[in-house]
């Protein structure tokens, strides 16, 4: 196989801190046959330092059948946890910092969610079934890979182009398959197809999935789950997990010479996305997205420089869980479609709905050049541009919401501009550093707003606060300055370490700037973290300023059989956007909170390491494991940090023989009573769960097959933020406080691929 692509555009393999690199499309090699992806050890062999770690792709391959989440595709990295939203589209969360304080790239594109939600963050635009790579700098991230972010860096990117080798013929190959997942009864189905000969290649990729709402285990039936007596979905349904969604990518690619010419076309059609820790569903999502790219090699090194566009429309309303809410046995008319209104009928009451739009329009530009001073000495430069235009509005419809549109941030505007400089120098076989040094410029506005009505008298105070929000200046201009300082020391053969320390900076977002309601019911709309409170923004927030330092241990046999790695970390957080209490917070029920600077500080420490066991008559048996650890604090008011995973393990035994790969996993998550005050979160029991995977690959077909949750064992979610999934959640607090979302019981998963 002939990548142009994978290694060579990454330039940062020698040396990373806290990498780990996924690589897990089951690509077909030259022979045809569907092995372990190449790139994982072209990379090996690539990774000499301790600090980059490589996921072993065959678990992870696996794993794609087992979720559409892409998101979850990272649950083994070390320091890496996940956020629960919808069912394809969970935040990672990285040393405790998640969503818009990571950088999320995908094809070199920095994506932003366009929804007071955060429905659609960057990795809910690609299928796993599509995942080339997946590369994750969980430490510190070099600014080549960051920018307007404070913590990690996430690079996923679909598979490079291939070509026929010099001489050879063309070819065309593909790869279909289909999987199965018992619990919610989800389907999904994925092709590709690649024609290409020795400078051409012309690739597609599809993926559709569609899952019904999930069921927690089945004890959870004794003690109502879903909180909603009388509700006619079964006690152990978990409402508004449902959805439907289909991603599409066009790839045409030239090579010429040593240069490579790319034009890449996405899209995405989900109809539907429901949300259990939402007061909203995701009820249309449409996203188109061009990528291209010109990679040229010269003497002194190489030149990448993209341009990209996207735009997004997305749709809000209630979905089936939310619309009717009902009386003992009653069952919804099967007539009454979302939107229209309607009025109680006997014991069923039904909402009216309430249609929310959020548009954006995103083009970026980045250029990097990748400068081979010496053979010591590598020096990147770069610079990126982003214009970001965003329209949240939404239209009228019943319960004071009405007669006009309520326009929740008009014509927003973020534009990033962005220029960086890193030097990577090897002064000695063993000793390897990294210095960086990255200024930009973030400029925010948005245009004047009002709410749904203008004459008095409107609920909610909504004229006088449109009015007072009208005559703030709101353009705000950001200097970011961000340094990062990396060094790896390779004391012996056995024994590694790397060291680094960085100042990062993020500006606000526009929900947290220009949001501007705090009527409970607008304000509710505005949450980006799922735990059920609404948020008012701050024009005059100022970015997030982080300083880290964090350092790789990393002890290993010579031939790295066995590994064992502790990265501990200290991150400090001045202006960190946390939110503050308002007039009227009371406990144990939800808050309007407004978005406030505070100080903030995170620190933790992550194990991870693996072993073989045995190679007997049954096969190679390994044994792997995981810790995580996080402690997040509010300087300011002494509080918990949101959404702080509570400490978490994980021991694997794996198992190889001829085609097999089969693994049983056992995952341990400790009570979660460490909770952020302000927001009322909820304390979450620790749990253990079981999982068994199990894979076999011949010439030209794998299959995957395994059941998660085996015990069925029930559990809630500890950062899956506050059931939400159900009834009049109109009304900030017309839904029962104090559940979180139930995790899914016992599934029993199969898939099937076949490269053709
Ligand atoms: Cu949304």
Redesign the pocket.
Known sequence: MHTHNAPKTFPLSRLSLAVALISLTPVVAAEGTLLDPISVEAQADKAPLSGTSTLDAKTVQQRSTATDDTASLLRDVPGLSLNGAGGVSSLPAIHGLADDRLRIKLDGMDLIAT???H??PPLSYLDPSNVGTLQVFAGIAPVSVGGDSIGGTIIAETPAPEFAASGEQSFVRGEVGASYRSNNDARGANLSATFANEIFNLSYSGAWSKADNYTAADDFKTTTATGRPGHTLPLDEVGSTAYETQNHTLGLAFKLGEDLLEAKLGYQDMPEQLYPNQR?D?LDNTQKRVNLRWLGAFDWGELDTRVYHETVE?H?NFGPDRRFWYGPNSQPPAAAAVGTACSPIGFMTCASGMP?V?ESDTTGATMKAEVNISTEDVVRVGTEFQRYRLDDYWTPSGGGMWPGTFLNVNDGKRDRAAVFAEWESQISPSLLTLIGLRYERVTMDADAVQGYKTTLPAPGNQIAEAAAFNAQDRKQTDNNVDVTLLASYEFDANFDVEFGMARKVRSPNLYERYTWSTWPMPASMNNLVGDGNGYVGDIDLEPEKAHTISATFDWHAADRQWELKATPYYTRVSDYIDAVRRPGWAPNQFNVLQFANQSARLYGIDISGRMPLDNNDWGAWGLKGLLNYTDGKNRDSDDDLYNIMPLNAKLTLTHARGGWNNAIEVVMVDDKDDVSEVRNEIDTSGYTLVNLRGSHSWKQVRIDFGVENLFDKSYSLPTGGTYTGQGSTMQLNGIPWGIAVPGMGRSIYAGVNMAF
Do not use: V
């Open positions: 929804c007071p939600n429905m659609n909203m995701l997305h809000m929310m959020s």
